[in-house]
């Protein structure tokens, strides 16, 4: 099992900035491909971003490149998404998750383990 911790969303102005962590905890956090998904109001589930087991490899859905950063401290046991240039349609409630295979993942069905999610809200 892993349990997954989100933290660091919040309410900020359209072109703000705000950094969200993920805390993992249980089993190797290194093994996992880590990524980050958002779900706003009436829609589904969409892939923001995600990053291999070492970090070295990084994809962004198309509607974030160039704004949003994902990096992780595999000594930490932490991966980050920084977000900048927020817009008001970045507003939904973002999800970290990993997945075992190591690799990058754009489809949720591939991630094992999911935390509860925070909220985002970008106003104009």
């Known amino acids: 099992q892993v349990q997954l911790v989100e933290s660091g969303g919040g309410l900020v102005q359209a072109g703000g900035s705000l950094r969200l962590s993920c805390a993992a905890s249980g089993r190797t956090f290194s093994n996992y491909g880590m990524g980050w998904f958002r779900q706003a109001p009436g829609k589904e589930r969409e892939f923001?971003?995600?990053?291999?087991?070492?970090?070295g490899t990084t994809y962004y859905a198309d509607s974030v490149k160039g704004r949003?950063?994902?990096?992780?401290?595999?000594?930490?046991?932490?991966?980050?998404?920084?977000?900048?240039?927020?817009?008001?349609?970045?507003?939904?409630?973002?999800?970290?998750?990993?997945?075992?295979?190591?690799?990058?993942?754009?489809?949720?069905?591939?991630y094992d383990y999911w935390g509860q999610g925070t909220q985002v809200t970008v106003s104009s």
């Open 48 to 55: 923001v971003a995600a990053i291999n087991w070492s970090g």
């Open 68 to 110: 949003f950063t994902i990096s992780r401290d595999n000594a930490k046991n932490t991966v980050y998404l920084q977000m900048n240039s927020l817009k008001p349609e970045d507003t939904a409630v973002y999800y970290c998750a990993a997945a075992g295979s190591g690799t990058i993942r754009v489809v949720t069905t591939w």
